[in-house]
């Protein structure tokens, strides 16, 4: 079935270094979702991309969408602790929303 | 409610029984979405409702689960003849339309014993 793969798995950082996590398709996305997961907690939604080529910034985070609209990227700028949890994308597909696997980040202080 | 409320939050059942969880989702927000989500994976879509009627089931594992939303509010996922295979945690979201944003209840943490 559909499903977009997350790049990396895991990372982690020192405090204060930056994040990228990468999210493809082999299809064309009508939009891709990003959402954030603290340990323990549930996705949270963060920002949805629809335009090629969009870039979206939320302070430290920026949410990239790529021209083809098969790629999208959320860069973390210099990361601090409360950065931690597991970041997913997420793609419409008909009438629901299928999950990347994650990237879990963890940041040592 | 202010947000989507579930329960219970914890549910410890036997391998066979049958259980019962509840999604109480945001007033006014038509998409009812069940999610299914085991420890380090992303979550796993399992039926959308719009208003009463389950639009997408396509993701329910097999014939021991179904759901309803009688009322087009609250909505019920029901797990027959439990496996341990089935210990996961499950998630409600809903949405004001189905194409905005989703917001997620807490989860139920399901475990068969």
């Known amino acids: 079935g559909q499903q977009v793969m997350q790049i990396p798995q895991y990372q982690h950082v020192q405090e204060g270094e930056d994040f990228t996590t990468y999210c493809n398709s082999s299809t064309t996305l009508s939009n891709i979702q990003w959402y954030k997961q603290r340990p323990g907690g549930h996705p949270v939604f963060l920002i949805q991309l629809v335009k090629s080529g969009e870039v979206k910034k939320q302070k430290r985070l920026t949410f990239q969408f790529g021209e083809a609209k098969k790629n999208s990227s959320l860069h973390i700028t210099a990361t601090q602790t409360t950065d931690v949890g597991t970041y997913f994308c997420a793609e419409e597909y008909g009438n629901k929303l299928v999950f990347g696997a994650g990237t879990i980040l963890r940041v040592k202080s | 409610g202010a947000g989507v409320s579930q329960t219970p939050s914890n549910k410890v059942t036997e391998k066979g029984k049958y259980v019962e969880l509840r999604c109480d989702p945001i007033s006014g927000h038509t998409a009812l979405y069940w999610y299914r989500q085991s420890l380090g994976q992303g979550p796993e879509f399992l039926i959308y409702f719009q208003g009463t009627g389950a639009a997408d089931d396509s993701g329910l594992p097999n014939d021991r689960f179904f759901a309803v939303r009688p009322e087009g509010s609250v909505s019920t996922l029901k797990i027959q003849r439990t496996e341990r295979g089935d210990s996961a945690v499950y998630l409600c979201?809903?949405?004001?339309?189905?194409?905005?944003?989703?917001?997620f209840g807490q989860g139920t943490r399901l475990t068969v014993v």
């Open positions: 979201a809903s949405s004001f339309d189905g194409n905005t944003e989703a917001f």
